[in-house]
C-alpha cells in the first residue's frame, strides 16, 4: 500500500517535470547557434527540425538542471517501483 502512495505522488512529478523539461528543450530550436549545443546530432542536419530529442534534453539540463534532474530522479523510482511489483508477482505466481 505504501509504494502505490509514492507510486501515485511520483507520477504528477514525473510528468509535470517532464513537460518542464521538455519546453526548455525546445528552445533549442529558437537559438541562433543551436549548431554549438548538438552532441548527438549529425553534424550534416541544417534545419532546426532535425534535432535529437536527446540534444534538446542535454540543452535543457544545461540552462534548467533541477527541473532535468527531477525528472530523471522520479522516472528511475517509478520504474524502480513497478520492477518490484512486478517482481512480487511473479514470485506469488510461481509459488501457487
Do not use: N
Not at 553534424?43 to 540534444?55: H, K, M
Amino acid at each position: 500500500m505504501k509504494r502505490l502512495l509514492i507510486f501515485i505522488l511520483l507520477l504528477p512529478i514525473f510528468v509535470y517535470s517532464f513537460f518542464a523539461t521538455s519546453w526548455v528543450g525546445s528552445y533549442m530550436m529558437i537559438e541562433e547557434d543551436w549548431e554549438e549545443h548538438r552532441v548527438f546530432t549529425s553534424e550534416l542536419s541544417t534545419e532546426p527540425q532535425e534535432i535529437l530529442e536527446i540534444d534538446k534534453y542535454t540543452f535543457a539540463f544545461k540552462h534548467e538542471p533541477i527541473m532535468s534532474i527531477i525528472c530523471i530522479l522520479s522516472f528511475f523510482m517509478l520504474i524502480g517501483i513497478l520492477t518490484s511489483f512486478l517482481m512480487k508477482k511473479l514470485r506469488f505466481y510461481k509459488t501457487s
